[in-house]
């Protein structure tokens, strides 16, 4: 099994930067690719980037491009998420994904979840 921790959170203010981190363990050589995902308070949980086995595709939802940045290191079993000109819209709890071999229900194709650290943009 795998498991995911997020760290990084917090309060910044509009216009400001936050780097996310989601740390691997358990048998992460099963780790295909790892996502970012957002849950905003009273919405659905909703994508923000994703970052390929080898790191060498990435992709972001529209509202975060050129703002956010997904890294992945995988010598050390960390993902990344570099977050610049932050804005209220962006607040929210940011969760950690990683896609693995299973036959369990996922969700968006993602089987692996961490428990999310809250982001909050102040104006």
């Known amino acids: 099994q795998v498991t995911l921790v997020e760290s990084g959170g917090g309060l910044v203010q509009h216009g400001g930067s936050l780097r996310l981190s989601c740390a691997a363990s358990g048998r992460t050589f099963t780790i295909f690719r790892m996502a970012w995902f957002r849950q905003a308070p009273g919405q659905e949980r909703q994508f923000v980037a994703s970052?390929?086995?080898?790191?060498?595709?990435?992709d972001y939802t529209d509202s975060v491009k050129g703002r956010f940045t997904i890294s992945r290191d995988n010598p050390k079993n960390t993902m990344d998420l570099q977050m610049n000109s932050l804005e209220p819209e962006d607040t929210a709890i940011y969760y950690c994904?990683?896609?693995?071999?299973?036959?369990?229900?996922?969700?968006?194709?993602?089987?692996?979840w961490g428990q999310g650290t809250q982001v909050t943009v102040s104006s």
């Open positions: 970052i390929s086995r080898t790191g060498d595709t990435t």
């Open positions: 994904a990683a896609q693995v071999p299973t036959h369990t229900t996922t969700e968006s194709g993602y089987a692996i």
